[in-house]
């Protein structure tokens, strides 16, 4: 097994989402662990769509998230269920709000998400992050899209325990909802924690990767 690790110091992380949580049960418990081993971080977060309730809601859990750090949020006002036909407005929303010039790491969804609004938020990072490492974070869901990742971030008891408590904490909107469940969301990182001889995990899928030798300029966000 092959482990990567983001530069040393501080990072400078944009996390790309369609909907007010998906940010956070997607990468939540790395985004803790990447904040608390990278002291000085800033995260800047994109949310494509909400109403005015989670708009607030997506504040709050990003403010919460980032701890300490230093944070941004930009949220958009699309319509929910079809960003596909708002395609280049999102695109135009999400160039605005970031500086790819400025930025180490990308979370954003996956290709292979069912989820419409997911996958246009997965293409525009491609396109306005052509050079950069994109992890692109896993929901389970209705649709059973999940595949197996290929790139792990190991967790322990503590980042797990708090993702599932700031979710619960910050979003009561989804409270009810079958797939918002902290059997699901544990149950989840547990797998992937088996998957890469772990406890607890996050799995996430890579479209590439490069090796460079320590030290090289052109190093930018993971390394081996």
Same mark, same amino acid.
């Given at each position: 097994?092959?482990?990567?690790?983001?530069?040393?110091?501080?990072?400078?992380?944009?996390?790309?989402?369609?909907?007010?949580?998906?940010?956070?049960?997607?990468?939540?418990?790395?985004?803790?662990?990447?904040?608390?081993?990278?002291?000085?971080?800033?995260?800047?977060?994109?949310?494509?769509? #909400?109403?005015?309730?989670?708009?607030?809601?997506?504040?709050?859990?990003?403010? #919460?998230?980032? +701890?300490?750090?230093?944070?941004?949020?930009?949220? +958009?006002? !699309?319509?929910? /269920?079809?960003?596909? &036909?708002? *395609?280049?407005?999102?695109? &135009?929303?999400?160039?605005?709000?970031?500086?790819?010039?400025?930025?180490?790491?990308?979370?954003?969804?996956?290709?292979?998400?069912?989820?419409? $609004?997911?996958?246009?938020?997965?293409?525009?990072?491609?396109?306005? !992050?052509? $050079?950069?490492?994109?992890?692109?974070?896993?929901?389970?869901?209705?649709?059973?899209?999940?595949?197996?990742?290929?790139?792990?971030?190991?967790?322990? $008891?503590?980042?797990?325990?708090?993702?599932?408590?700031?979710? !619960?904490?910050? *979003?009561?909107?989804? #409270? +009810?909802?079958? %797939? !918002?469940?902290?059997?699901?969301?544990?149950?989840?990182?547990?797998?992937?924690?088996?998957?890469?001889?772990?406890?607890?995990?996050?799995?996430?899928?890579?479209?590439?990767?490069?090796?460079?030798? #320590?030290?090289?300029?052109?190093? /930018?966000? %993971?390394?081996?």
């Amino acid at each position: 097994m092959l482990s990567v690790a983001p530069r040393p110091g501080p990072l400078r992380i944009v996390c790309l989402g369609a909907h007010c949580d998906d940010i956070e049960i997607g990468a939540g418990a790395t985004l803790l662990r990447l904040l608390a081993e990278h002291p000085g971080s800033s995260v800047t977060s994109v949310i494509a769509s #909400a109403s005015p309730r989670r708009r607030a809601e997506a504040e709050a859990a990003a403010a #919460a998230f980032a +701890g300490g750090s230093a944070h941004t949020v930009r949220v +958009g006002d !699309f319509t929910e /269920n079809v960003l596909p &036909t708002e *395609f280049a407005a999102v695109k &135009t929303f999400v160039i605005d709000a970031v500086d790819p010039a400025t930025t180490d790491l990308v979370f954003a969804p996956r290709f292979a998400d069912r989820h419409q $609004d997911h996958r246009v938020l997965a293409e525009i990072a491609l396109q306005v !992050f052509r $050079d950069h490492p994109i992890l692109r974070y896993e929901i389970a869901k209705y649709d059973g899209d999940l595949a197996t990742p290929n790139v792990y971030v190991g967790l322990d $008891d503590d980042h797990v325990e708090r993702k599932i408590a700031l979710l !619960f904490a910050h *979003f009561p909107s989804q #409270a +009810g909802r079958h %797939w !918002f469940d902290p059997d699901a969301f544990r149950g989840l990182m547990r797998v992937r924690g088996i998957e890469c001889n772990l406890r607890w995990a996050e799995g996430f899928d890579v479209d590439k990767s490069v090796w460079l030798p #320590a030290g090289d300029p052109a190093e /930018n966000g %993971w390394r081996s």
